[in-house]
């Protein structure tokens, strides 16, 4: 069974940088739609942005300009780039394609 697994969570200050990372086990990131979602204590999960197989990308608006997408396909992985944190982008993040059980997340704490 495909794996998913994330990487790259951390504490940061506000306006501060981190690149997340998906890997998957299999070659599949080049063939399905990946999504990367997070979640907030008390709150529900969300989509924060996802990519589709021919690199078309699409985010939630409040990371617009400020989270990147991306994918390397020989390396079977697909990045989160996100820049200039804010503290309510605080949360455990989910890289997620459909059908594939989630996986542990990564936490990401942006805090001074």
């Known amino acids: 069974q495909v794996q998913l697994v994330e990487s790259g969570g951390g504490l940061v200050q506000p306006g501060g940088s981190l690149r997340l990372s998906c890997s998957a086990s299999?070659?599949?990131?080049?063939?399905?739609?990946v999504g990367w979602y997070r979640q907030a204590p008390g709150k529900q999960r969300e989509l924060v942005a996802h990519?589709?197989?021919?690199?078309?990308?699409n985010y939630k608006e409040s990371v617009k300009g400020r989270f990147t997408i991306s994918k390397d396909n020989a390396k079977n992985t697909v990045y989160l780039q996100m820049n200039n944190l804010k503290p309510e982008d605080t949360a455990v993040y989910y890289c997620?394609?459909?059908?594939?059980?989630w996986g542990q997340g990564t936490q990401v704490t942006v805090s001074s």
């Open positions: 299999r070659n599949i990131v080049d063939s399905y739609v």
């Open positions: 990519i589709l197989s021919g690199d078309t990308t």
């Open positions: 997620h394609i459909l059908g594939i059980p």
